[in-house]
């Protein structure tokens, strides 16, 4: 799976969890700060992410990235 398909499936996660648009999402955007996630919603980003993925992730190193785009690079790192 390519760094593309990452970030595309990664965004689809954020909307759904986070109820927000797609438009609001860049690679910069900061979960808690940028898109109002609150503190239950970053483990139920994580779960999401973990089935998304089909992936089992660090949950407290999961839970360390704060953007976008360094949860892509996480996943990405999971998934190769």
Known sequence: M????VEQRVKKVVCQVLNVSD???TP???FVFDLGAESTQSVE???AFEGEFK???DDEA????????AAV????????
């Open 2 to 5: 390519d760094k593309a398909e």
């Open 23 to 25: 438009d609001m999402i």
């Open 28 to 30: 910069e955007s900061h």
């Open 45 to 47: 980003l994580v779960a």
């Open 55 to 57: 992936i089992e992730m």
């Open 62 to 69: 999961a839970l360390a990235v704060d953007t976008v785009g």
């Open 73 to 80: 690079d996480f996943i990405a790192g999971y998934v190769k």
